[in-house]
């Protein structure tokens, strides 16, 4: 009996170390597929070098972070863009969009409406663009240097409203690592006092943030839309009341501090808003904001050099680095994922193209029908709300630089609206004037 119960034993142990070596192997496996992610991102092995207050030469800060300046010194490549959208060369938009032409009649953009180049052109493009003019004044300078943060530490908003030309003068550096680092710490910040004020109002504090957050508030500070306050000419962000195009455009018929219009148009006689780039806005209500992917995860992805991880300051498409922008999250090849963002942005443009026509025509229809001495004034009156709100929804996507891929259903959403209420404006039109033009 006690040697049957020694063979059972025997077969027991057997198995369970079979068992065991089965389950020790398993948990090995699992153990690399935990840290996978960070065999792939190892941490940072820089050292962390304390540069003085003030400093905001670039180069300077090079020194002592050679990989990243090397690649921040890649924005001054000028390229087209991978999908066809956006890139770094100096083109006016009306060349692809003459409607902008009509729609901006009156305004400055319709004279120079140019691709935006990379942060190190910032102040190069802003003095050399036809925009800029004598009674330009400080506010244009909030978001192209470093030196807001000391300008603004001395003079607070009064800077705003002093002549651009003598803001020139005090900014000898545009955008670069002071924009968004503490020179100290190194740690993400924000210097624009217009992001930290509406961030306030919405209830947030900016220097509560975490750092993934920061990671797209240093580019939001910036990438958003604006307006000028007439009287102080501040800085102020449009988001009381929410980030949609509906929300801002509601914030705006309020009047906000007297704003009533960036200008009139000459021919619709309407009182009409430019939308500024809202990258942020789009970003927030997309999938991958929404999500919690940060405009630096896609835009300046973490890259490899020599065993050494850092965060690439090369802000390009993601379309050039697929492999560390997009196929850190998705399992999809780089040729399909290129494809898909271009269908995307082809969808875009073509419904942002008839979007813009339509409104070019409501503001010719408006324009001939106002002529007409016996027009009803109420049905024009109609029909110019109708073309303001109209250009207001095309604008807030034209002026984004994503062509619509932060935002797809949004974006699709706002143009297909856009285009409904032009429409609507110019039957108005034809209404008022009891005519079809």
Not at 81 to 100: D, M
Request: net charge neutral; charged share 25%; glycine share 6%.
């Amino acid at each position: 009996m006690a040697r049957g119960w020694e063979q059972e034993g025997s077969k027991l142990n057997n198995k369970t170390k079979l068992l065991l070596a089965g389950l020790g192997f398993g948990v090995i496996v699992l153990a690399a597929v935990i840290v996978q992610p960070f065999a792939i991102h190892p941490p940072a092995t820089i050292k962390l070098a304390k540069l003085p207050a003030g400093e905001y030469d670039p180069a300077v800060w090079g020194r002592e972070y050679p990989l990243e300046y090397g690649s921040y010194l890649k924005n001054l490549e000028m390229a087209d863009s991978p999908t066809g959208f956006g890139g770094s060369l100096k083109v006016q938009k009306s060349i692809k969009e003459p409607e902008i032409l009509m729609n901006f009649k009156g305004y400055p953009f319709s004279k120079d409406y140019s691709e935006d180049r990379g942060h190190p052109y910032s102040l190069d493009d802003l003095k050399s663009s036809k925009r800029v003019t004598p009674a330009s004044v400080g506010s244009c300078m909030t978001c192209k240097t470093p030196y807001i943060k000391d300008i603004y530490k001395e003079k607070g908003w009064e800077y705003a409203s002093l002549p651009l030309s003598e803001l020139f003068l005090a900014a000898r550096h545009p955008i670069s690592c002071a924009n968004c680092h503490d020179p100290a710490t190194m740690e993400l910040t924000v210097v624009n006092p217009a992001f930290i004020d509406a961030m306030q109002r919405k209830g947030i504090d900016v220097r509560k943030a975490s750092r993934e957050e920061m990671r797209s508030y240093v580019c939001g500070q910036c990438h958003s839309e604006y307006y000028f306050e007439p009287k102080t000419k501040k800085v102020v962000f449009p988001w009381d009341r929410g980030f949609l195009p509906e929300q801002m455009y509601a914030y705006y018929e309020e009047k906000p501090a007297g704003f009533e219009q960036d200008w009139v148009h000459p021919d619709s006689q309407t009182k009409m808003l430019k939308a500024q780039h809202p990258d942020f806005e789009t970003w927030s209500g997309g999938v991958h904001g929404k999500s919690g992917v940060a405009c630096a995860d896609c835009h300046m992805p973490f890259t490899l050099k020599n065993g050494q991880k850092y965060s690439s300051h090369w802000v390009t498409s993601p379309m050039r680095n697929v492999q560390e922008s997009c196929r850190t999250c998705h399992t999809q090849s780089e040729d399909w994922l290129l494809e898909r963002v271009k269908t995307v942005q082809n969808n875009v443009w073509q419904l942002q193209h008839t979007a813009g026509q339509a409104v070019a025509r409501a503001h010719e229809v408006i324009g001939k029908a106002s002529a007409v001495a016996k027009a009803n004034k109420a049905d024009l009156d109609r029909a110019r709300e109708l073309v303001r709100k109209a250009q207001w929804f095309w604008d807030i996507v034209a002026a984004e630089n994503g062509m619509g891929f932060h935002n797809p259903d949004q974006v699709m959403n706002t143009l297909g609206r856009a285009i409904d209420m032009a429409h609507q404006a110019t039957e108005t039109a034809n209404k008022a004037a009891g005519t079809q033009y």
